[in-house]
Structures are given as C-alpha cells and as structure tokens.
C-alpha cells in the first residue's frame, strides 16, 4: 500500500473509534442510560484533540446534577468552540439554568449574546421565548411584551409561541376570569415554595389568601384565561408535568 494511504488510514481510524464512543454515549443518554453514557462522554474528554470534544461537553453539562458543573462544561463549550454546533444550545441551556436561579440579568445577557452570535439558530423561537421570560421576570415588562410578540410573529405555529399564553394573560381576560388552582395551605411560606417552583418552569403564579369557616387558606393559581375551555386545555398541561389541578374562577 502507498505510503500516503497508510497515513490517511492512520489518521482516519482514531476518528472513527472516537465516533463510535460519542455515537454510543448518546444511544445510552436518549435510551436514559445516564451513568454509563457520563462515564463514556467522561472518558472523550481526556483527550482535547478529539474532535468531538464540544459535544461530549454539551452532554456532560445535561447530565450533571450540579448546576455549577453543568455550567463549567456549557462554558467550556462557548468559549473554546464557538463554532461548534452545540454552542448555541450551551447559551441557552446556561440561560435557563440563570432563569431557575431567577438571576435574569445574566440569562438576558446570554440570550442576547445567542441571537446576536447565531442570528441563523434553530433555537431561534424557544430563545425568544426564555428571553421574555426573563425580562418579565426582572420587571421590564413592556420589553417582555415586545419580545413575545416578535415570537408570535415570526414563528405562530410554535409550540413555544402557544406558551406565551401561559405567561401574559390575554388582553381581553376582563374581570372574570378562569385559572388552574394548584395547592391550598394553611402556612403562606408553603405556598410561596409551591409557586415558586412552578413559576422556575415559566409559568405565572399567583397566590390568593380565602377564609373558609374562619380559617385561611393561601391558594395557589396558575395562568389566567378568558374561557373555562382554554383553562381546561392548560390544566391537562400542567397535568402531563405532573402538577395537578382544578380549573376555577378567579377574581
């Protein structure tokens, strides 16, 4: 064999073992193989020069229970591979983490930096999406507002632009209203917990105290809608999360 395809076999077989090991960590990842697909994805990132390091850093921060972890790897993935197809979803992935700690300010920061820097992104809808989120969430509505209607616009038939009703009630909603009543309790602090939890997945609470043959109650509401119908379609959302409710009225 010519000296020129012995070298270009040499070089083409170690890519292809490294293809079989990333190619297998992520068979195990979808198949919810964890432990075994982060000792494999583990193991790729010994060696730098694999040329599929950014991904196995990609998966590394999904499958990390840490949030601080899962955003060493993202950030090793932003600032080293820039290029790589995964550092989009890094920068989202690191926003949302930001969005669960309800630090806004740095999930704007990341998410601007995603549509700026990967203008042509096929996160392009759900970016928008978080990117409001985040904006309602640090008070500046009005830019919130701006952000999802842009969402709705440009792309109406995703199912992240379906969400932004879960977020912003409709303009229309007037005094009586539908909502989707989550938890009632005795203590305010359980309730507040019980929301905040709920509001880190994106969706409005609010928290309504009632009295019930003098004793109060602090009710959890999730969502506003105009129609018993569109309530009960959110319900069964939250439903299949695996947070159950019942549709009431509000007020």
């Known amino acids: 064999m010519p000296r020129h395809r012995i070298i270009l076999a040499l070089s083409i077989i170690p ?13 195990l990842f979808n198949s919810f193989q964890f432990k075994r697909s982060q000792e494999i994805f583990q193991k790729v990132i010994k060696d730098e ?5 950014a991904e196995a850093c990609y998966y590394l921060g999904r499958l990390s229970i840490n949030p601080d972890s899962a955003l060493l790897y993202y950030n090793r993935v932003i600032t080293y591979y820039p290029q790589s197809r995964y550092a989009d979803m890094s920068h ?3 926003a949302k983490i930001n969005i669960a700690r309800e630090d806004y300010k740095n999930a704007i920061v990341t998410l601007s930096e995603l549509l700026r820097g990967y203008p042509d992104t096929d ?15 640090s008070g ?14 440009s792309f109406p038939k995703s199912v992240w632009s379906r969400r932004v009703e879960n977020i912003l009630p409709p303009k229309d909603v007037g005094r009586e209203y539908y909502t989707v009543q989550v938890g009632s309790y005795r203590i305010e602090a359980n309730a507040q917990e019980h929301a905040e939890e709920i509001r880190t997945l994106g969706f409005d609470t609010k928290i309504v105290k009632a009295s019930v043959k003098e004793n109060t109650y602090y009710r959890v ?6 129609t018993l119908e569109t309530a009960r379609v959110f319900s069964a959302k939250l439903d299949s999360l695996g947070i159950r409710g019942n549709v009431v009225k509000g007020y």
């Not at 020069?49 to 390091?53: G, M």
């Not at 996160?123 to 969430?137: I, M």
């Not at 500046?140 to 616009?153: C, D, I, P, V």
């Open 15 to 27: 890519f292809f073992f490294y293809a079989q090991d990333i190619d297998e960590a992520i068979k």
């Open 49 to 53: 020069d694999n040329p599929r390091f």
């Open 92 to 94: 989202l992935e690191t």
């Open 123 to 137: 996160l392009k809808d759900e970016t928008l999406f978080w990117l409001g989120v985040s904006y309602v969430g």
């Open 140 to 153: 500046q509505r009005k830019q919130g507002e701006s952000t999802f209607e842009e969402l709705r616009t």
């Open 221 to 226: 509401w999730v969502g506003q809608f105009s």
